[in-house]
């Protein structure tokens, strides 16, 4: 810490081969921090000793307040992560050396759903910063989600390993939350939850803020063994707008889109412009899923989150208005090819899928394909696709499902075209 804040502008911090134990770091702006190959900051468990960021401070003038930490979309009272930024900009982190955050189920991973003195920290935290770049470095073991743009803006992880067991908890690849511009590209992903997740906000930040997670461009990046390859959600109070994901490869992550969304993050909550394109899928066991019922949550499970049943449009209800799918291959599906519900009161504006095929694998697994109620287990379904204005499919394969090869419920408009 010491060298970083007597690190002169432009210049840089050397981290070289050895280990190296640390709490949190405070990165300041204009600066190059490079950890050589085979150097390691290893993380501390010792909560008494890890520095917290509060949730809220009330400003000076009381006119408002200052926010440092966060947890799953609200303010809240959090650990520092093992790199924390906070209002810096014009930063580096490269180099070939790890990230270790040292968490197992003895300490980080023990009793996760307890905030004890404050909710975990994670590997890499950037709160308000702008233009900064993580290229070539491994992160592995967080205590929670592993790398946490929020506010920020001209953000760039590349060529990067991010890793932690497949049983451990919270520990998101990367969970961009209303930011702009961010950039993710040649990065492989193998985490105990969802590889990338795209956040706004629960209800209060979305509300307070509106500032939506927008022109996100992920490519030529492999997602494995995560629950879902890209998620937008489920915090997602603020919406999203130009999610953009190519190239990229997708291997035996519970899916591969994953929309959560439900009654109550409001009407600012308003998913457009994503676009998956020129992807493989390889045992991928539901491909495609938006759920607008996601049962999280303490209220996650009321009739008014759950019913499916028309209710009135007011200032809780959320709005999908385009997805698109384009030249993908899914080889080796489980559960089913898709697995997708808007809400009926409020549909999805616009589904297409363009040149997309679908296999089953030969002994194809039975589960869940999406946390909502009424949804059973099954196995080898097709597509099943309910409340959506204007459906397109063009050139849709579908090979080895069991029953229907669509099941429609509440599909306005169904464009269906073979070359």
Known sequence: QAAILCCPKNARVLIPKGTYPVTALFLKSDMIMELQENAVLAGIYDRARTPILPGQIE????????????????PIDSFASMITGIHVKNVTICGKGVLDGRADFENWWSRPKDKIRAWRPRMIFLNHCENITVVGVTVQNSPAWNLHPYFSNQIRFLDMEVKGPANSHNTDGCDPESCTNVEIAGVHFSVGDDCIAIKSGKIYMGKKFKVPSKHIHIRQSWMQDGHGAVTVGSEIA??????????????????????KTRRGRGKDSV??????EDLELEGVKAPFVVNSFYF???????????????????????????IEFRNIVCRNAHYCGAYIYGLPEQKIERLAFDNVSITYAKEAQTGVAAMMMGCEPASRLGLVIGNVKNLILHNVSIDGQDGERLCLSGVENVEEEQD
């Open 59 to 74: 400003y000076d003038n009381e006119d408002g307040y200052y926010n440092l930490g966060s947890w799953e979309g609200n």
């Open 238 to 259: 603020a919406g999203v707008d130009d999610i953009h994901i190519s190239k990229c490869r997708f291997s035996n992550t519970d899916r591969g889109l994953r929309v």
């Open 271 to 276: 998913l457009k412009g994503i676009v998956f």
């Open 296 to 322: 999280c949550d303490p209220d996650g499970r009321t009739e008014y989150v759950g019913t499916k049943e028309t209710l009135p449009v007011d200032e809780r209800t959320p709005k999908i208005e385009s």
